[in-house]
């Protein structure tokens, strides 16, 4: 029963019946892989990295970005093959049934979902920053922390989370073209960041290298594995995609080589910045967790005595240009990331909704949600609901936890693609496969390790939220997805514009069992 599966044949013709206009490009899809990308990560979780791992933080950025190329390889040889939209959640559908497609669409939401919300945290801090730096203005305190910092609610992640949501809305390429304006506005200012850092790095700042052992390292790596999260984003903008084929692994491996290259450039330069990047420590020299009350008590002591160590920012590399003396090009560093950061949100709802989008379509989801605004031509009410849920996470929600635990759920996302292009090359070795992973016998168990590793890394309640999450999951699929299902119904959609008539069946494959049989 829950091993139907939807054949990439069947998979393919939806698309074409049921479609959304394809306008995106090779250039516009690398543009859209570093607006998820570079974000947060870099510009707010630096402070993160710094706490967990000290100068080995480029380590970690190394071990992350080498999970996420091997991942990247083998998303782009079955997004060639599926050019259609749901990510993960349609590649494992094809290959490894209902059931296990619909725990990876669920876990898909921590990724995108769960992230956009870690993004409008992140950028709620530069716009506090923003204000006091160019005008004086402090906002209350209450309003601008959640009850992790003693506070009441986020209000600015509020407010970034609505307007992104409100964009989205009226329409995908509006979207793209302001998404490649905010990813030039970030890329000049990492670049600008990087040619005044680099050349006045103290390298005694790098010792000691890994104050808290190789544990600390890849606590890191787990927890900046964020950082590269949304590359895979590019997949699921595979059925508004020009030539796919070919456009989807450009802007897959695009985005992610010059992420890479960019986030050690910046490491360095932090790491080697006045203010250098060792670990918080309390008053008797003891390591404090991220994201606890405790390093927010810490972080307010230390401020009071003048001193705001980088793993105390919440806008790090602004925090860094002022250090180093440039006050104004600090606040300007702070500017680019205010403008850029909601692009990463726009990139993180875009992968959220599509991937609702196809889970309705399938009848997983209430079709209800499916449907295409007839001005906008955009899936309104998913995006509505999607945006909403972001708000409440952003407004209470710390930026370090809603991380990790967006990081378990891409995770595993990952694992199941990594999987399925290795079943696809047995199952279904003679299918046209535009782009090949290289060494995929290689390559693609090595992304599965380093995905189980990372995610055994993770803090403890960001491990524990997946299984949660996922129990919570199987409920809501064998509440409705189980009998409402276009495959275990035996039906195939229809074009937006013949929505008023009934579905057809599919003709059964020979041998093949009928629905509603044992293996429905």
Known sequence: MSWRIKSLDAILETAEHKALTRSLGAWQLTLLGVGAVIGTGIFVLTSEATQFAGPAMMISFMLAALVCGLAALCYSEIASMVPVSGSAYTYTYAVM??????????????????????????????????????????????????????GLLNLPAMFIALAVTSLLILGTRESARVNAILVVIKVTALTAFIVLALPVMRMENFAPFAPMGAAGVSTAAASIFFAYVGFDAVSTAAEETINPQRNVPIGLIGSRGICTIFYLLVAAGAIGSPIGAQPVTDALGNWISPGSPELYTRCQQLSVLGQEPLACSKEALAHVMRQMGHLNFG???????????????????????????VMSRDGLLPEKLSSIHPKWKTP????????????????????????????????????????????????????????????????????????????????????????????????????????????????????????????QPVPPMPGAPTPGGKDA
Not at 334 to 345: D, E, H, N, T, Y
């Open 97 to 150: 049934g209902e059931l296990l497609a619909w725990m990876v669409g669920w876990a898909l939401i921590l990724e995108y979902a769960v992230a956009a919300g870690a993004v409008s945290v992140g950028w709620s801090g530069y716009f506090v920053g923003q204000l006091r730096g160019w005008f004086g203005i402090e906002l209350p305190y209450a309003l601008v922390n959640g009850p992790y910092a003693n």
């Open 331 to 357: 606040n300007l560093i702070g500017l680019a990331a205010f403008l850029a950061l909601p692009s990463v949100i726009l990139v993180m709802l875009f992968g959220q909704t599509r991937i609702f989008f």
């Open 380 to 503: 309104h009410i998913i995006t509505i609901i999607t945006g909403a849920a972001v708000m409440l996470t952003s407004a209470f929600l710390p930026v370090g936890e809603l991380a990790a635990i967006s990081n378990a759920g891409t995770l595993f996302a990952f694992l199941m693609v990594s999987i399925s292009v290795l079943v696809l090359r047995r199952t279904q070795p003679g299918r046209k496969r535009p782009f090949r992973t290289p060494l995929v016998w290689l390559v693609a168990p090595m992304a599965a390790a380093g995905c189980i590793y990372l995610y055994l890394s993770l803090p403890l309640r960001a491990m524990l939220v997946l299984p949660i999450w996922g129990g919570i999951g199987l409920v809501v699929y064998f509440l409705y997805g189980f009998r409402k299902s276009h495959v275990a119904l035996g039906h195939v959609e229809v074009q937006e514009g013949n929505a008023d008539i009934p579905p």
